[in-house]
């Protein structure tokens, strides 16, 4: 399959509708958590949970549990978890809209290849962001002031699965804004799917 052949190849009506269907993902996912952290111990059975938002941090119990978290987080010397130390909170909002402008984009101009920049620039946001957050929760871990009143060894808080901290039991996973850009990635790469099967079938 000549492969300029097909990155020029105009999209067909029902791939245009699936890459604007993606858009409305992308438009849903910033009113949703991208991750969840819950943290159980004896004294928090009902767990202490903290909702990272492409633009917030919410604490559960009201935001009570942020400070918690934070007050905790003081006696082993780990700074305050505030939005302000989050960067990224600055320039997602913008990346999503920057994306759905370039889905709208993709949806008229209708070209194979549009679709593939769109996927390839998206994945390479997705990753630039994963590593800044895992870089996040390093520094968190490893930065503790040796004055703190509970000594504990340099420590990196979960990307994804369970960690036991000290008597913490510390879960972290994808939230539904995440889920949400899963699936934009997903839809994009099934239209692409679709379309080479298209081109494939194609009288000469």
Sequence with gaps: MPLTAWL????????????????????????FPLWKITMFANQFPEGLRLSIYAHQLVGGNGGADLQGINILNHYIGMREIQAADFVEMKFIPFALGVFLLLNLRTAVFARVGNVVDLVVLFLYFATFSFGVFGYRMYTYGHQLSPEAPIKVAAFTPPLFGHQRIANFDVYSYPGIGSILLLAFV????TVLLLEARRYRVQPA
């Design 186 to 189: 997903l839809c994009l790469a």
């Design 8 to 31: 020029n190849q105009v999209l067909s009506p029902r791939a245009r509708l699936a890459v604007l269907g993606a858009g409305v993902l992308l438009i849903a996912a910033p009113f």
